[in-house]
């Protein structure tokens, strides 16, 4: 049996980059099906933004543009973000950092 470690930060795609990510692999799967529905995932995801905006509720609207989220799984509830993973690490250290002080 073979036992992997789990890292301690996880980086993932949120909001709109997510929805562009999942579009462009169903794109380069070849199968309609997944595509249709992978584009109807992004123009729901797009409708919900036009939605915050309408109401005025900009937090939300501006949440959906964060790109890559990085989370540590022990310390702390605060997330790193930026449009690249990089970024996104590079935020979360700044966090973890000015938690220790």
Known sequence: MM???RPLIDVYPVGVLAE?????RA???????????????????????AHNIRTRNWRAARNAFKGY??????RGHRCGHGWTRRRA????YRHLRESER
């Open 27 to 49: 794109l380069r799967s070849r199968q309609p099906q997944l595509a249709r529905w992978a584009m109807g995932k992004l123009w729901w995801e797009f409708g919900y933004i």
């Open 69 to 74: 989220l990085a989370e540590h799984r022990t």
């Open 89 to 92: 690490l590079r935020d979360l």
């Open 20 to 24: 562009l990510l999942r579009l462009g």
């Open 3 to 5: 036992h992997t470690r």
